[in-house]
């Protein structure tokens, strides 16, 4: 792998295509997605539609399109490396954190979807990547989100060839815009790990209403309630009793592009910061001579430098397919807290203008924090590193 490199055997480097590809997007957010961006309100998370139309169409013709699907499905097909490449250079824009590349990628179907059967693949998956239909998935409800096996408490009920849904799930995003999404409910005992089957829920049959929840960032997400909603038992996602391993399948490996993203939103901020105290002075001096400021700059650096690293060994250990619970949760509580440290750090150094909305770095602040929570806490992913180290299992 290293001969006529001139490098020490053993060591690694990302592939030159991989290099490519991470400075097409790069350069495809700063000539193409920014310019259109920087005209929209500061707490926007959508462009309007002849914008994000011109933008996707661009993003197609250079095959930037579904990256993480399937290529024999219309998708990028890129491994998990490759998706964690694009998902850092497209989280550094202002809606980046919650709409990479404000859309113009595309919106992936949930990675499971591909589980499912021929008919399931072509009707949601497919349909899903050629018309850039949003989808959700619903795991979350109030009994505890971060504890999906023994939480759960929305029921599924067979009834002859359909099953009958009843329950509430919480915290799910493009509930309103979707055209479907998938929902893990209860078809065995409480509290089983067993008992958890996965359906294919279309968003417009009967009995499905719809809330926001407001909270500290624009992009609301929702409260989904099912009535007596009939889904037929063709729609279930694998077998029944299988939703749990489902759930986790999609979970472990979707907190690595996450991971990565959150590190663009921080790197970002990071320049911005450093932008900014190199021209500002205080008491005739610099900022940037400063030495309280030269360690935030150093620290965030490095901080970013090591989670960064975290996130690519996570993702190359995915792509040989190894399993990557234990190097998923390493990656996810790292960059999310690192990221959440520089960015505190870029608002301190830019002062009262930090935190005005004439920048990104007030709403980065705020959906950061949101970012901790979201795929599993960061004390959750602690526990799941600590259970690993204390049983031998690492």
Known sequence: MTEGLGLPLGSWQLPDELVMLRDTVRRFMREEVRPIEDRQPHDCHALPAADLSMLQAKAQALGLWCLASPSEYGG????????????????????GAYVPACGAFGIDPPSVIWLGNAQQIERYGVAGIKAGKKS????????????????????????????????????????DKAEWGLVFARTGEAGDRGGISCFIVDRHVPGISVKPIPVIRSYEPFEVHFNDVEIPAENRLGEEGEGFAVCQKWLVHARVPYAAGVIGVAQEALELAIAWVKQRSTFRTKLADRQSIQWMIADS???????RLLVYQAAWQADLGHDIKLEASIAKVTATETAWRVVDRCVQMFGALGIAKELPLERWYRELRIKRIGEGPSEVQRMVVARALLSGAA
């Not at 490095?302 to 989670?307: G, H, P, S, V």
């Open 76 to 95: 990028g097909g890129l491994g998990l490396l490759a998706q964690v490449l694009v998902a850092e250079e497209a989280a550094r824009c202002k809606m």
């Open 136 to 175: 959700f998935v619903a795991i979350s409800e109030a009994s505890g989100g971060s504890d999906p096996a023994r939480s759960i408490s929305t029921r599924a009920v067979r009834k002859g060839d359909s099953y009958v849904l009843n329950g509430t799930k919480l915290w799910i995003t493009a509930a």
């Open 301 to 307: 650096e490095m901080e970013l430098r090591a989670a």
